[in-house]
């Protein structure tokens, strides 16, 4: 069990010697780590910051608003570690690496990002059982299906779709019928990391707590001898999530506009 002794300095530090930086130079990098041979550059400058890629995967209007490094002012660690958080919450680049790259007291910034996959899919089965007064015991099974595109329209826009079908299964033996309820659904939801319209009206520093989401769904629900029902739903909206220093957290979500059409058609078994 050897032991040592540790012997911890406090150094204090003159300000006066302390050298300010400024902001110089953003150069970013989308797709970097893919294999680039054989392919053809493209530089793009936007708002000041400079887009290098090789595949054309993303848009560089996309990088200005979520880079936070305006050119010439003073540099401060939380301006980068903003960026840095930003960057990966978006969940289109797996790897997200920020180099600093000093001369004199201006600093330019490397941003390397790694994309993940674009697509990923995603399945699984469901049971449950049930008691119906008119249908009996019944068995139901469920199958779901997904699939999540990263970066939607080139913009690391989030889409995911998932399409469920379903069907009850038993019965009274009375009615010789096995299969009681069908029901198959789509839904389509697109996640923009940004408000889109009211960008303006929301201070610079909270508008990481805004997206704005589209959602589609559609759904057909037949239930034997009672009724068929037909569901769509369409809406815009704003997702806004913060959390507090106790841990807690606040999501609001508002929907302008929501629009839902139901049409329910009756089977003589549903009045009575």
């Given amino acids: 069990h050897p ?8 150094r204090s530090v003159d300000s006066a010697r302390l050298t300010r930086f400024y902001i110089g130079d953003v150069t970013v990098y989308p797709d970097y780590g893919m294999d680039t041979i054989g ?60 180099d600093p790259l000093p001369r004199k007291d201006t600093l330019d910034f490397a941003i390397r990002l790694t994309p993940a996959k674009k697509y990923s899919f995603n399945t699984n089965i469901e049971g449950s059982v049930n008691q119906s007064a008119v249908s009996g015991n019944l068995f139901g099974i469920g199958l779901n299906v997904g699939l999540q595109n990263r970066n939607f329209g080139k ?15 038993g019965g009274r033996k ?13 839904s ?17 520093k909270d508008r990481d707590n805004f997206r704005t989401v589209f ?20 809406s815009w909206g704003y997702e806004f999530q913060q959390r507090k220093r ?4 606040i999501l609001v979500n508002v929907k302008i506009p929501n629009i839902e059409y139901s049409y329910l058609n009756k089977r003589d078994s549903l009045d009575t």
């Fill in 174 to 186: 009375e009615t010789g019928k096995i299969v009681q309820t069908q029901q198959i659904s789509f």
């Fill in 39 to 98: 392919f053809k550059k493209r530089v793009d400058v936007i708002e000041g910051i400079t887009v290098i890629q090789y595949l054309d995967r993303f848009k560089p209007k996309i990088f200005p608003r979520n880079i936070y490094f305006p050119r010439d002012s003073l540099y401060r660690q939380r301006r980068y570690l903003r960026t840095i958080n930003r960057l990966n919450s978006l969940g289109t680049w797996r790897m997200v690496s920020i």
């Fill in 188 to 204: 389509h939801n697109i996640y923009f990391p940004h408000l889109i319209f009211f960008n303006k009206l929301v201070p610079e």
């Fill in 215 to 234: 959602s589609f769904s559609a759904a057909n629900t037949d239930r034997r001898l009672l009724y068929n029902l037909a569901t769509i739903n369409g």
């Fill in 155 to 169: 913009t690391a826009n989030i889409a995911n779709s998932n399409l469920r079908y379903g069907v009850e299964l």
């Fill in 3 to 10: 032991t040592a002794n540790l012997e911890i300095r406090l």
């Fill in 246 to 249: 106790s841990g807690q957290s």
